[in-house]
């Protein structure tokens, strides 16, 4: 299974950084996304990393803050969240998905997500 970790709470302008620990799975997919969902909206992509080639993917909302990478075993993905807002706030999700540009139709292995809370 995937699961997720490194979530909190935290004030605006603040950090945090979510980690994705896919030992339990054969690392069958060369790509991962991270997702996130907000109470009442539809789970959105967030960022999405190629692992073979690095390739990267972000949502507009938070390119420029956020910062998808893998450690040197390929086993655990990260996310590195910078200078958060309160729209931020969701419950985000790790996935194996057959393609970095982490469109959700896409995803076929999720974990079961981490709360953050920017207030």
């Known amino acids: 299974q995937l699961v997720e970790s490194g979530g909190g709470s935290v004030q605006p302008g603040g950090s945090l950084r979510l980690s994705c620990d896919a030992s339990g799975y054969t690392y069958s997919s060369n790509c991962m996304a991270w997702f996130r969902q907000s109470p009442g909206k539809e789970r959105e992509r967030v960022a999405g990393f190629y692992r073979a080639g690095g390739s990267t993917f972000y949502a507009d909302s938070v390119k420029g803050r956020f910062t998808i990478s893998q450690d040197n075993s390929g086993v655990t993905v990260s996310l590195q969240m910078s200078s958060l807002k309160s729209e931020d706030t969701a419950l985000y999700f790790c996935?194996?998905?057959?393609?970095?540009?982490?469109?959700?139709?896409?995803?076929?292995?999720w974990g079961r997500g981490t709360q953050v809370t920017v207030s």
């Open positions: 996935a194996q998905i057959s393609t970095y540009l982490a469109y959700i139709e896409y995803a076929y292995f």
